[in-house]
């Protein structure tokens, strides 16, 4: 899930989680398909246009 704020053509925020139902593999599995070990996780930035 993401989100996205423009401020004008130039400038946005944005932020979102990923695996927003806090999801876990399946045992046995050692590889990122199709969930990540990691677990729920949140991310934010900007975009600037020049």
């Keep these: 899930m993401q ?3 423009a401020i004008d053509a130039r400038f946005s925020f944005y932020g979102g989680v990923n695996n ?12 990122n398909v199709p969930i990540s070990p990691v677990g ?5 930035g900007a975009n600037v246009r020049y």
């Design 40 to 44: 729920r996780y949140f991310y934010a």
């Design 3 to 5: 989100a996205e704020v």
């Design 20 to 31: 927003f139902a806090d999801r876990k593999p399946d045992v046995g599995f050692e590889t």
